[in-house]
């Protein structure tokens, strides 16, 4: 393989990766080693934001990705011919919230905190994979815990569950 | 509708008190249970001279506030309250106890508003994926044929678009849609009222018998009502719905 510049053959395996990229495969692919990569990556996601191109570098699940700026997004919807995508509703965030702080959890557990039986929110949240069963509480009745999945990470946009602001920080706001 | 009142509509039991505690600006510490109790009520009095449907959770809320209400009035040491608590959803054993599920409840809103904002800062965000050029072909609809044109060119049509099915080996898929304008359907209505001697039945007013038919019919019946062209009654409950023209 003629040398090339490893800017250029970065950005090109993010443009044809369909999954994200962790920097290792980068480093095995370029054959540079990762701090080389990080360092690119960077230069990349600055000079981005720096020209305002219709790209930018995201990172999300340990690896790197190519992505729209959400300011165009409303051409976006209109090439797909699509509105923006239904959000969840409040009592699926507030259960959520529950359980990403609190996890493991059960059932009863978030429906006292909420202070609302929430039944059906749960099973909805199981079956869009933002949460998952990780186990049973060794109570009478052996309830199920709750937590939250990868899928949740990537619906927010999050690497990692302790990206989330601590609670007490949230407290802070009144 | 002569006029609307809006109430704020909350999560649960826990939303309504904070709502409340808070518009006394006050030291959430310092609240008074007796105060709280009587505007939580209000609020619910509110709600049902809305008729809007209060859900389970905030009347075991009220009857827990009263609860805390009364015992501050007997003496604690009556044995009253020495009976077995059931674990309730809601068991609140005084106003601190109160006052700090309330708070946690806060802290878990502000959590969820937080990843509101999250949401919507990622919905905004596209990637390209295997999954996004489906969802481009998909959504490409257009309108090819309607009725005003020729049934022969839709056969045509119809004809061509398998062709290129096995052609490209894609899959195509139709969709058709039916289109009820409310306007249409009243004047639908009136028309077929004042051809009639007789009463006509709500059934015989439908064509295709879809759902979105039934329910736009139904919505220019009530139209008709309240402009006070149409009268409309059933002999008996779930019986057959009648329309006759109402005489001016």
């Known amino acids: 393989m003629p040398e090339q510049p490893y800017k ?17 495969k980068i480093s095995q692919v370029v054959e540079i080693s ?39 997004s409303a051409y976006i919807e209109k090439l797909f011919s699509v509105g923006a995508s239904p959000t969840l509703s409040r009592a699926a965030l507030e259960t959520l919230a529950i359980i990403a702080y609190r996890q493991p959890i059960t059932r009863v557990e978030i429906d006292a905190i909420r202070g609302v039986k929430g039944a059906g929110v749960v099973d909805t949240l199981l079956k869009r994979k933002l949460i998952q069963v990780v186990g049973r509480k060794e109570s009478p009745g052996r309830p199920q815990l709750y937590g939250t999945t990868p899928e949740f990470l990537k619906y927010f946009g999050l690497n990692d569950i302790h990206e989330l602001p601590p609670l007490e920080k949230l407290q802070d706001k009144e | 509708m002569a006029y609307q009142v809006k109430l704020p509509v909350f999560e649960g039991p826990f939303d309504l008190l904070f709502h409340l505690i808070q518009k006394q600006e006050i030291d959430i510490w310092s609240i008074s249970i007796t105060e709280i109790t009587d505007q939580y ?28 209400k009364s015992k501050r ?27 700090r599920k309330v708070l946690e409840y806060r802290l878990f809103k502000e959590a969820a508003f937080f990843l509101r904002e999250r949401e919507k800062e990622q919905k905004k965000i596209f990637f390209r994926s295997s999954r996004q050029p489906r969802v481009y072909r998909q959504t490409r609809q257009e309108t090819i044929w309607d009725e005003s044109q020729e049934p022969e060119k839709l056969a045509r049509l119809f004809q061509q ?88």
């Open chain 1, 8 to 24: 250029s053959v970065i950005e090109a395996l993010l443009l044809v990766a369909e999954e994200p990229l962790t920097p290792e």
């Open chain 1, 34 to 72: 990762k701090e080389e990569v990080a360092g690119l990556l960077n230069e990349l996601r600055e000079e981005y934001e720096r020209h305002s191109r219709g790209i930018r570098l995201y990172e999300a699940d340990e690896g790197y990705k190519l992505g729209t700026p959400p300011e165009l």
């Open chain 2, 41 to 68: 009520l209000e609020y619910l009095r509110a709600m049902e001279e809305l008729n809007l449907e209060i859900a389970s959770e905030f009347l075991v809320m009220a009857a827990a506030l009263l609860r805390l």
């Open chain 2, 73 to 99: 009035l007997l003496p604690s040491s009556s044995s009253f309250w020495e009976e077995e608590d059931d674990k309730e959803i809601l068991s609140i054993d005084s106003t601190e106890d109160l006052i």
């Open chain 2, 161 to 248: 678009l398998q062709e290129r099915e096995l052609k490209e080996n894609t899959r195509l898929s139709f969709t058709v849609t039916e289109e009820y304008g409310l306007r249409q359907k009243m004047k639908y209505i009136t028309d077929r009222l004042k051809r009639s001697k007789s009463p006509l039945y709500f059934s015989s007013l439908l064509q295709s018998h879809s759902v979105e038919e039934i329910i736009i019919t139904f919505f220019a019946l009530l139209e008709l009502c309240n402009q006070s062209e149409a009268r409309v009654w059933q002999e008996k409950k779930f019986g057959p719905i009648l329309i006759e023209v109402k005489e001016a």
